[in-house]
């Protein structure tokens, strides 16, 4: 009894030596990652100021000297501000319309190629990989870089910054749609394919029901981010508001009240939508959970 007590006291004293160890090894390596992520970060730096002719540091103390510029002259021309948000509200539109369409094109579009690329749903599981591929090159590809091949192409206008947006919009529903069809419950499909259902009367009826909530939450949540893509975008003549901005910018001094004006017609929107959006997307994953 004595030796079987004492061979447990040593196997358990063995674990414990083991787990320190172990934990000293994670607490090395943890550390060391830290110590190289910091190091990584300085070098960066140090470059980026460099390259940016050393004066990243000398003009850090100005950094609040435009916004103070801006609101300052925004401020004495207060009595504009309404004739210039209502001039500006067309633009605005504009560039609702670009995000609107964008994901609505992009969630149609990567919600077929998510059910192409679902391992247990496609019907051509060869083609899994090559349309995963492409999505991550949508994914992958900027949509400023996209809207400048475009304009080059097509000229400046809302076309190519909807087109660039909706690219990249397909990329990324189409990844997140197809991790939400993965996990869809089977039983339905089987049902379907007992009674004789084909792959698109199965889709339609046994998945889509099931992660329509799910994909509409992902979809509103793209269309806030795709807002303020769109206004990004105007700065390389894509129109909307983006555009707008950046003319008012680029006059400097004499148009800060107008780029105030597009600020504030920004700042209220893009919170209004990611407002009723959250309160939507709430709605829908509730609904769906119940």
Do not use: C
């Amino acid at each position: 009894m004595t030796d079987i007590t004492a061979s447990s006291a040593a196997r358990q004293a063995d674990v414990t030596t083991l787990y320190l160890s172990e934990m000293r090894l994670r607490r090395l390596y943890s550390g060391a990652g830290v110590l190289i992520f910091v190091l990584l970060l300085v070098a960066g730096f140090l470059t980026a100021n460099d390259r940016n002719a050393g004066g990243f540091l000398n003009g850090l103390p100005h950094i609040f000297d435009f916004p103070a510029d801006v609101m300052s002259e925004a401020w004495e021309k207060a009595y504009d501000l309404p004739a210039l948000l209502w001039q500006y509200f067309p633009s605005l539109i504009e560039t609702i319309n670009i995000a609107g369409a964008a994901t609505l094109i992009g969630a149609l579009i990567g919600g077929m190629l998510s059910l192409l690329v679902t391992r247990g749903l496609a019907p051509a599981p060869w083609a899994i990989w090559p349309i995963r591929r492409v999505l991550d090159i949508f994914r992958a590809v900027p949509e400023i870089v996209i809207a400048l091949i475009l304009i080059f192409i097509l000229g400046g206008g809302p076309i190519p910054a909807m087109i660039a947006i909706a690219v990249h919009t397909t990329g990324a529903l189409g990844k997140l749609f197809s991790e939400v069809a993965e996990n869809a419950p089977q039983g339905p499909l089987e049902g379907l394919r007992s009674v004789g259902a084909g792959w698109t009367q199965r889709m339609l009826f046994g998945i889509v029901p099931q992660v329509a909530p799910n994909w509409l939450s992902y979809a509103l949540l793209r269309f806030e981010i795709n807002i303020r893509a769109s206004a990004i975008l105007g700065f390389v003549g894509a129109g909307g508001l983006g555009y707008d901005l950046r003319n008012a910018m680029s006059w400097g001094p004499g148009k800060f009240d107008e780029a105030a004006a597009i600020f504030i017609l920004l700042f209220v929107t893009i919170v209004t939508v990611d407002q009723l959006g959250g309160s939507l997307r709430n709605r829908l994953t509730k609904g769906a959970k119940a």
